[in-house]
């Protein structure tokens, strides 16, 4: 780690609490190919960089399917992970060994029955220290590339390393869509997100958007790799570093090449946090007045909505708030309920989805001579709990 003095003028006007030591981060960020012959090339390009790199390096971010940075058929993405895998994890632990850095790319996890979308992190001595899976996949790498999504439908805690007294977190691609993740993020309080990216349809714009306030709201440093679309496209790229202020430190947009930061992870941004009180990292700030109950149901207990349920699943039928909780306490998948048109039925449907939306599939059984009126009324009640897409209706 270099030793490293900042301006005690920038460090006011940033408001920096400033650590003990820098890190030296690069991104590689390669040419997305457009065709096979392209992609050979461009994987070796890659590889050629991974070469290049020296111990004045601490850590080496490489993109998200790094094995596979270019347009493939269907069936042609796991070929070709089985082709140039092996290779790239090779190559960078060889890389992390050889400049004592930590090296993180995104590749493809084969191991499991199912292969996974992965950041593999290589110590300085070369050895595998983690793995994180990527959280949010896209319907193409599940449907399409037969990825496992299985272990994304179960709770789990954000995934944490820390190196050296360095906290690092995760994002992938995708991850970084869902803003929900980075309050969930913050409250860990990261050093450094890592990001391993293969976004190439947003604009410059967009993606400096989305990245800054990842960098903000978490309060770490993000450094993050993806793919060029060409040097002069003005969409995907934007391999960058940018600080918990938010401030892009560097970026390569579309350039083909590598981007060298340094930065030191301990510099904690904090923020005036208003009517006295002391200053402080913007998702302390923030935690004080969160009022999780007017957001979106989430939280662990929360399960996929119907069009990913089992087609075969426990259920249990009961017009009892309690007797349905303890079911859905105890595992229950779906739950059903009688509603009556003639009675008050507004009063019923609300009474269980403010306690139990989301939280099991609900099957309304719908009794006696609805009115078209009052069936849209319901499903804009359903709606305004959000449950839309765990509640199916029955009629006789």
Not at 40 to 63: A, M, Q
Not at 115 to 127: E, I, L, Q, S, Y
Not at 157 to 178: A, N, W
Not at 196 to 211: F, V
Request: glycine content about 8%; proline content about 5%.
């Amino acid at each position: 780690m270099k030793k490293i003095l900042f301006s005690g003028i920038l460090l006011l006007l940033a408001g920096f609490c400033a650590g003990a030591a820098s890190m030296k981060a690069r991104v590689i960020q390669p040419l997305f190919a457009q065709d096979e012959a392209g992609l050979d090339k461009s994987f070796k390009w890659t590889l050629r960089e991974l070469r290049k790199c020296n111990p004045s390096l601490d850590i080496v971010v490489l993109p998200e399917f790094s094995e596979v940075p270019g347009k493939t058929s269907d069936e042609g993405f796991l070929e070709t992970v089985d082709k140039y895998g092996p290779t790239l994890l090779e190559t960078c632990s060889e890389t992390a060994r050889r400049c004592s850095t930590l090296v993180f790319v995104g590749a493809i996890d084969t191991s499991w029955e199912k292969p996974r979308n992965t950041t593999f992190v290589f110590g300085r001595d070369g050895a595998l220290l983690g793995k994180y899976y990527k959280e949010h996949l896209t319907a193409g790498e599940w449907q399409r590339y037969g990825l496992d999504k299985s272990y994304t439908e179960e709770w789990n805690q954000p995934y944490l390393l820390d190196i050296e007294g360095v906290r690092y977190m995760f994002l992938t691609c995708y991850d970084f869509y869902f803003y929900e993740i980075f309050s969930s993020i913050a409250r860990w309080k990261p050093d450094v997100i890592i990001g391993c990216s293969h976004q190439r349809s947003d604009t410059h714009r967009a993606l400096d958007i989305i990245n800054t306030f990842c960098a903000y709201n978490t309060g770490a440093y993000l450094v993050r790799a993806s793919v060029s679309m060409g040097k002069k496209s003005e969409l995907g790229g934007c391999s960058c570093v940018v600080a918990p202020t938010g401030e892009i430190l560097g970026n390569l947009y579309s350039k083909i090449k590598t981007l060298d930061v340094t930065f030191d992870p301990k510099a904690k941004y904090l923020k005036p946090a208003g009517y006295g009180n002391p200053p402080a990292m913007h998702s302390e700030y923030i935690e004080i007045g969160r009022r999780p109950w007017k957001y979106r149901p989430g939280g662990s207990a929360i399960v996929p909505p119907l069009a990913e349920a089992p087609a075969e699943r426990s259920c249990f039928h009961s017009n009892d708030l309690g007797e349905l909780g303890a079911a859905v306490a105890n595992g229950v998948q779906e739950i059903s309920f009688d509603l009556d048109s003639s009675e008050d039925w507004e009063t019923i449907v609300c009474r269980i989805l403010h306690k139990l939306s989301c939280h099991a599939i609900m099957n309304i059984r719908l009794n006696g001579a609805w009115s078209e009126a009052d069936k849209a009324r319901l499903k804009d009640v359903v709606f305004a709990y959000d449950a839309q897409d765990h509640v199916y209706y029955t009629q006789e």
